[in-house]
């Protein structure tokens, strides 16, 4: 099971540094495609109870995210991609990293590492070559 909680940590560790420029469109891409398979699992209302509360836990570290509340679906992220706009490259990267670890350590605690891997891995095209967990690829 830790090596399950080590790969999607490297996951979204590898995804979050990618992108130097353009953070705020880049992590509106991730928070689209996850949100996108997880919604299919647990609906829109459960999605957006988990987010609300991966951005409270995390504005105690990013208080700025204060003003990041989930709207209707077709702008449920435009709140969080202005509020990182108007950060600098690297806080908002180190913030949306922080807020995807919290959004998915909570929902492993409610549905499973393996299960959450899965879902991370088809959201974001990620294919593990080793099943170690060390080595994974990109699509």
């Not at 705020?24 to 459960?46: F, K, P, R």
């Not at 709207?71 to 969080?80: D, E, H, K, V, W």
């Not at 690297?90 to 929902?107: G, Y």
């Not at 299960?115 to 690829?137: M, P």
Request: with cysteine; aromatic share 8%; net charge negative.
């Amino acid at each position: 099971m830790a090596t399950s909680s080590l790969l999607r940590h490297q996951i979204i560790k590898s995804l979050t540094a990618q992108h130097s420029e353009n953070v705020a469109d880049a992590a509106l891409d991730l928070w689209t495609q996850m949100a996108t398979q997880i919604i299919s699992i647990i609906g829109e209302s459960g999605f957006d109870s988990l987010y609300a509360r991966s951005v409270f836990l995390t504005q105690s570290i990013y208080p700025w995210l204060a003003t990041v509340s989930p709207l209707s679906s077709s702008q449920r992220f435009a709140p969080l991609k202005t509020c990182l706009e108007q950060q600098t490259p690297a806080q908002a990267s180190e913030a949306n990293h922080l807020l995807l670890m919290t959004f998915t350590d909570i929902l492993v605690s409610l549905i499973g590492e393996l299960l959450t891997t899965r879902i991370l891995r088809s959201a974001w095209g990620v294919d593990a070559s080793d099943k170690s967990g060390k080595e994974f690829k990109i699509d």
